[in-house]
């Protein structure tokens, strides 16, 4: 007889444990549980079955693997947890006793250090790794530097927040790692390329936070311990591989001044003497050598004789002895091979757009964002007023050496230039706040992020102060076909027929609502005889209702025959085609009294003529005959489906058409505003 199977030893039961059995197995409170899970990357599984992963008559909710479980069981920190325990137990029994001295030496002196640093070892083994999982780490510590201090988030914690992503901004900048960034209600989106790894984080806005209580901050306490650890490993591996000090040299006094990236001072490794800067020079006269040997190789081949074929240069190495960065073009190999996109700007050209320029921040746009971006694309000058704080190139908005000045409103005309003031020209009026200087170039703040986010340097009259700009999209959402795309011109994404119909919808809408508003007001107009006998008014001496020999509701219309079923579809009948014919005689009239010679496809009074008509009812005709076509063929070919593949395709027809009616209304939208404008 075989050995029957004890419930619960094999299978899901087997394989999933609960959080009330593994908190009991690790011999630990739940927030030491919550904290150990993070720490160690652990999360709750969802079983196929809960009813079978329980070992209970009710399933329970939340479910661990029994493996993960089992492996937190040789975690160094449970020792530390368990210290802290007997500690808290001992404070308490120091404050029972009134001893409050020996209870806050304990815990000054006493209180375990809990170091995650072989934690993070364990969960990144590579730095690639570590890179891959940074982008919630960045995104909570910016989260966290902007937070105001309370009993929750304490300011130690803020201030390092602060420090860690100010040393990270200041390696994109140095290396020209950032290559686009958005602005959005959330806040501002940034991505940059470490080591081939693309990083997308996101900043909030320079806001007052207002800290609610529906947020349990231990729990993302415990997630800003783990990552500021991680950020700090990571941020050591960047600045050490660059030759620079870390941690930088931090300035507390341009801290307190609001001086943000100025208050980290970087530098070099000092080895026996030899500076980064040193070291630098050394590397390009290496360099420099290098070229030599290369150039000198390659005139050793150019003397030898030349068998089968002649010698192909590499693009990007050498090329008539002069090292040239010329981006690389892919080329198709074969007939048939995939065509891939050409790189359109190197890495270098990105890095230095804004480095011939000098910019000024006025006071109303946001300093740090723009601040970071310009000098992470190469711009080394740049200046603010005085209130934003330190660290300025300049607090001279009349510098003359400023070519670009960041406003965030109007411009006020001075006196001088106004209509029926002006000036000599000969003498310039002289510069005062918020008036324009000669030579200087202003734009709105979505200048930079649009040059950035394309890699050139747009035209700045489409940026002006004042001016409508154009539409600020995002970099990493590449429109298709069906959807609405802005930068694209109306008239290339209209379908075949879509202004006529637009254009008759109108028409009716118009017309009801004139009819609507002629039946009110006939609604609410006196009678014109108020004394009409009664048998009029349909109503005897008795008060009984009698029919009238003539009713003014009911009119007889007289047959003027039949109509086609084209011009039923597109609203002509003989009343339409009658007062054309009308209009049309009296037009023939006026131009023969004037000694005109009289064509349909003029008109006299700029209105709408019998031809253009015509052309958008043909236009309505083609449009919805080629609908019809393209409906019956879909038709014939669903026919040969089978019935999953047709409800699939179903499915996908109805989230098309979703997308086709709202980039329908966009362009709607779009159309009507470009007809107001004129």
């Known amino acids: ?21 593994a908190v009991r197995k690790l011999q630990i409170s739940l927030p030491d549980f919550r904290r150990l899970c993070i720490y160690k990357g652990i999360y709750p599984r969802e079983p196929r079955n809960k009813k079978k992963a329980s070992k209970t008559s009710t399933p329970s909710t939340t479910f661990y693997y029994t493996r993960d479980i089992q492996y937190l069981l040789h975690e160094p920190i449970l020792n530390k947890f368990r210290d802290h325990k007997a500690l808290a137990k001992k404070i308490a029994r120091s404050l029972g006793r009134g001893e409050v001295g020996d209870a806050a030496r304990l815990e000054k002196n006493v209180k375990p250090r809990i170091s995650l640093d072989h ?8 730095f690639v790794d570590a890179l891959r999982d940074l982008d919630d780490a960045l995104s ?24 860690l992503c100010l040393e990270f901004e200041h390696y994109l900048i140095v290396t020209h790692a950032l290559r686009k960034s958005f602005i959005s209600i959330k806040g501002i989106y940034y991505q940059a390329t470490i080591q081939g790894q693309d990083i997308l984080w996101l900043v909030p806005h320079k806001f007052v936070q ?14 800003v311990e783990f990552y500021t650890t991680l950020l700090g490993f990571v941020n050591y591996r960047l600045y050490t591989s660059m030759g620079l000090v870390y941690p930088p040299r931090f300035d507390v006094n341009s801290d307190e001044q609001a001086g943000e990236l100025g208050a980290i001072k970087l530098q070099g490794n000092d080895v026996d003497g030899v500076t980064a800067s040193e070291n630098r020079s050394a590397q390009e006269d290496e360099q420099d050598t290098g070229n030599a040997v290369v150039q000198k190789f390659a005139d050793e081949l150019a003397r030898q004789p030349q068998h089968s074929g002649h010698l192909e240069q590499e693009d990007g190495l050498v090329e008539d002895g002069v090292a040239t960065d010329t981006i690389d073009q892919f080329e198709v190999q074969g007939r048939g091979a995939d065509v891939l996109l050409q790189p359109s700007t190197s890495d270098t050209e990105v890095g230095s757009l804004f480095s011939p320029y000098s910019f000024f921040l006025s006071r109303e746009t946001p300093r740090q964002p723009l601040e970071f971006i310009l000098r992470a694309f190469g711009c080394r000058r740049i200046g603010w007023d005085e209130v934003l704080g330190d660290g300025a190139f300049t607090n001279d908005p009349n510098d003359p050496s400023i070519t670009h000045q960041v406003v965030d409103r109007p411009l006020i005309l001075q006196p001088d230039s106004l209509p029926g003031n002006e000036g000599s020209l000969d003498v310039m009026p002289a510069p005062t706040q918020g008036g324009r200087m000669p030579g200087r170039t202003y734009i709105q703040p979505q200048w930079v992020w649009d040059c950035i986010n394309q890699g050139r340097l747009l035209r700045a009259d489409q940026y ?42 109108t028409e009716e809408s118009d017309d009801e609502q004139l009819q609507k508003l002629d039946r009110m007001e006939s609604e609410e107009a006196p009678s014109s005889k108020p004394g009409l006998p009664e048998l009029l ?68 009074n700029g209105g709408p003529t019998r031809n253009g008509k015509a052309k958008s009812v043909d236009a309505r005709k083609k449009a919805a005959r080629r609908r019809k076509e393209e409906d019956e063929e879909m038709e014939r070919r669903k026919m ?26 966009l362009r709607s939208k779009r159309r009507k505003l470009e007809r107001a404008k004129g």
């Open 210 to 223: 207002r800290v609610t209580g529906d947020v349990d901050f231990r729990i993302m306490g415990t997630f």
């Open 1 to 21: 007889m075989a050995k029957i199977k004890k419930k619960g030893t094999s299978g899901q039961a087997k394989n999933f444990i609960t959080r009330t059995q």
């Open 140 to 163: 909570l510590l910016f989260l966290f530097a902007s937070l105001p201090s309370t009993s929750t988030v304490p300011p130690k914690t803020i201030s390092l927040c602060q420090r």
């Open 537 to 604: 008014t349909g109503a005897d001496d008795h008060g009984m209702d009698v029919a009238s020999g003539r009713s003014d509701d009911v009119s007889v219309e007289e047959f003027g025959g039949f109509t086609s079923d084209d011009e039923k579809a597109n609203g002509i009948d003989d009343e339409d085609q009658g007062e054309d014919a009308r209009s049309q005689h009296q037009k023939e009239l006026e131009a023969e009294a004037a000694g005109l010679i009289f064509t349909e496809s003029t008109d006299t």
């Open 119 to 126: 934690i993070i070892k364990e969960r990144y083994p590579t």
């Open 640 to 665: 040969m489906m089978s019935k999953k593949k047709r409800k699939l395709y179903d499915k996908m027809a109805y989230s098309n058409a979703a997308r086709h009616e709202e980039a329908a209304k």
């Open 464 to 505: 002006a102060p004042g001016a409508t700009l154009p539409p600020h999209l995002s970099p990493w959402v590449k429109p298709t076909k069906p959807t609405y795309d802005p930068t694209v011109p109306l008239a290339d994404q209209e379908s075949e027929g879509e202004v006529e119909e637009e254009e008759e919808e």
